[in-house]
């Protein structure tokens, strides 16, 4: 079984951690995984860095330029990670543009995902429809999941041919606004995440954007299955390098 499928089976709340590989330090990637999987998080989200990203806020652009400048690629990236299934055994997903991806060539991108033991993608600039028809065979030949990105705005039938085309589980925005640039969760938040939880889809939804503590990892998994963190773990690696990671895992599920 996939291990995204196998973790989602577990009978606790998820927390994800994203970072962008290659920062602080290009050679950092494989040491924070280590210490992310050491530290209890349940899986791992992998920023491909790309020049124009859409969705990410100042913090995670201001990562991805860092890392591009060191030089990390996509190339790079599969080869710091050509190892890795010796060493770690959580659920590892590639967060990235289309745009690479289709430069490095889907299929080849997929299948190297596949030799260095990735289980799913995350690209938010890929439409569900155009992934449906022209994309879904190839993810499902290299065993890869494709986690798809809903809002508060997405209608609700659109949410349901996501729910029908995905086979993990649906990464729930909780703003419509750019990452890391929302403060805990207002009433009209919560009440969508309730909305959402009764549609009573078939995959599981885990939220992201503006999770940074305990109590905002709290109120986004009241409903939902788990939480994904990224800009706020951007910020304590700036801040602290790759060291007291612990820390901050701490701060947001305290053991």
């Known amino acids: 079984m996939n291990r995204i499928k196998q973790k989602l089976q577990e009978d606790k709340k998820l927390l994800s951690i994203y970072f962008t590989s290659g920062y602080p ?8 995984i280590k210490s992310l999987e050491e530290n209890g998080v349940d899986f791992i989200e ?3 860095p790309f020049s124009d990203p859409l969705a990410d806020g100042p913090t995670i652009q201001e990562s991805s330029t860092i890392a591009l400048k060191s030089g990390m690629t996509s190339n790079k990236l599969f080869e710091q990670l050509k190892d890795i299934r010796s060493e770690v055994s959580i ?3 590639i967060m990235g ?6 430069q490095f060539g889907v299929e080849k991108f997929c299948a190297k995902c596949e030799e260095v033991g990735i289980d799913g993608l995350i690209i938010p600039d890929l ?9 879904k065979s190839v993810f499902d030949k290299h065993g890869l999941k494709n986690i798809f990105l809903i809002t508060p705005q997405t209608p609700e039938d659109r949410i349901r041919f996501i729910d029908e085309v995905s086979d993990g589980f649906i990464y729930m925005v909780s703003t419509a606004s750019v990452t890391g ?3 805990g969760f207002g009433e009209e938040t919560k009440a969508y995440f309730k909305r959402i939880s009764e549609m009573n889809l078939k995959n599981p ?7 940074s503590d305990e109590d905002t990892f709290n109120d986004a998994t009241q409903y939902a299955k788990g939480a994904i963190i990224g800009s706020a773990f951007i910020k304590h690696l700036n801040k602290n390098g790759k060291n007291n990671i612990q820390d901050f895992i701490k701060s947001v599920r305290p053991v």
């Open 205 to 211: 939804q885990v939220v992201g954007f503006g999770i």
């Open 25 to 32: 330090e290009i050679e950092d990637t494989v040491e924070i």
């Open 127 to 135: 439409p569900v429809d155009v992934y449906n028809e022209e994309y």
């Open 181 to 183: 640039s929302t403060k």
């Open 46 to 48: 992998i920023g491909l």
């Open 97 to 102: 543009y289309f745009n690479p991806i289709l």
């Open 91 to 93: 659920p590892l997903i």
